[in-house]
């Protein structure tokens, strides 16, 4: 049984890397399921195959990031958010959240009860990340009473307490959060919890803080850094000097069907749970003041000796008798 699993995780990477090579717009996976309908002479009708069911999407309500993901979030796969190091794990969390919100957000538009929301946290993560914080997270959107927190103490039952969710099917949205490229999770653990959202059709998010790029099988993968934040906005479109508006981030799609990743910026408004880009070119500072540590104002040091000098020709007391 083992070398049939061995074999078939080998498949689904080599499915996975033609239809990337060939510049499929569909996962691997679903490249093959329709590969396997059209087939089948069942399921022809006037020589064409059945199409498969449209998988749910998550909209970002930004143009550009929309189109590079062709619609949105697929809320059926598996997608990595990863913060460059473990001082930007406030910047990759807030994203995932608000990504959570929004996800809320779009679910109370429709009659269906809103399924409340799982955060994993690996104990190595949570000792340098941190727990989330009820007060914070009504702040940031989302309502404490739908959101529900597990520590597990090894990375195993971290990574099966995230299937049996995913299989359950109880939650909104399945957040799993790792420190850094483990061992015990590669690609092989990926593939099976990328393969239960898929059954499932509910959304995991992988929150990797400090990690570094890695053949996984998430849809899309973003790398999320801290940005500025803008004055905050009055209601009569002027800006309050000396204030903080709303969370920023730096955000790049480095996995996608698109081939080119896309940098942009992006500001979180927990009041609407939406999104809006920001412009580079904006600069956040005010007129008068300067950002600490811009440089030294005095000259360097002059008349010194031009090297150190070496060590041992001379003590610094006198040896007694």
Known sequence: MAEAAVARET???LRE???RLEGRPIPALAAAAHEALADKPATRSAGLAKPLPEQPLLAVGVDDLDAAMQGGVALDA???IRSLGLRDAGSASGFTLALAARLHAQASGTDAAIS???WIGDTVATMEAGLPYAIGLQDFGLAPSAFLQASPRKLEEALWLAEAALSSAAFAVVILEVRGNPARFGLTESRRLALRAKAAGRPLFL?????EEEASSALFRFSVEPAPAQARPLPDGSVLSGSIG?????LTLEKSRNPAPLSITLEWNAHDRRFAPVSDIQCPA????HAAHSGADLPASADRPHRPQALGPVLAFDRQA
């Open 246 to 250: 709303h969370p920023a981030f730096r």
């Open 17 to 19: 890397t033609i239809a």
């Open 116 to 118: 409340p929301i799982l």
């Open 207 to 211: 929150l990797r803080q400090g990690g």
């Open 11 to 13: 498949l689904f990477a």
């Open 78 to 80: 598996l997608t990595e």
């Open 286 to 289: 005010f007129p008068g003041e």
